[in-house]
């Protein structure tokens, strides 16, 4: 019962807001996804698999030019913000339905999920990785195992945030991994 009123206190001192439009957050379901309805349904989720070597598929749930998407990833990667794991999750479950087909023929049962490593300054620094929560979501919903242990990051890279340039950017992670 306290906690109730602790957080009806807290909403009327600090009423939430959308992450991208700083509207008030309605529905409990806004609060649960950070957004308000209309800039959580404006993601709009992409349908397919880019390959860039036939090794490797990657997946991006949306672009990163929809600010809803781009607050989302934000505060969670950099603000340590897990509450948006949620919508996130929820974002990559629709993902997963938009594109079945595609998902079957790439992710199966003989996949592996293997998250990047953080440093371990930067693990230390986050408190988390972020990509090993996210494959723990598509490890859990595709029912594939993960293997957080496969890869070791021996470099401890500046932040990719702050290069500009593609080159740039693969000249920071070379070796890294």
Not at 67 to 73: F, M
Not at 106 to 129: E, Q, Y
Not at 141 to 168: C, F, W, Y
Request: charged share 25%; proline share 5%.
């Amino acid at each position: 019962m306290i906690k109730i009123i602790w957080q009806q206190v807290l909403e009327i001192l600090f009423p939430p807001i959308c992450l991208n439009c700083r509207g008030y957050l309605q529905s409990r379901e806004e609060r649960e996804n950070l957004l308000c309805a209309s800039c959580f349904g404006g993601i709009k989720i992409y349908s397919n698999i880019f390959r860039p070597d036939p090794r490797a598929n990657l997946i991006a749930i949306g672009s990163y030019e929809n600010s809803a998407l781009r607050e989302l990833i934000h505060s969670f990667k950099y603000n340590g913000f897990l509450g948006a794991k949620v919508p996130l999750e929820k974002l990559i479950i629709e993902w997963l339905n938009v594109n079945q087909e595609l998902a079957s023929r790439f992710l199966d049962s003989g996949s592996l999920l293997v998250p990047i490593p953080l440093h371990k300054n930067r693990l230390r620094a986050r408190g988390f990785n972020q990509a090993e929560i996210i494959s723990d979501v598509l490890s859990k919903h595709l029912n594939l195992p993960m293997d957080k242990n496969l890869l070791e990051r021996v470099g401890d890279t500046k932040s990719q945030i702050k290069k500009m340039g593609a080159r740039e950017r693969e000249e920071n992670v070379k070796c890294s991994i």
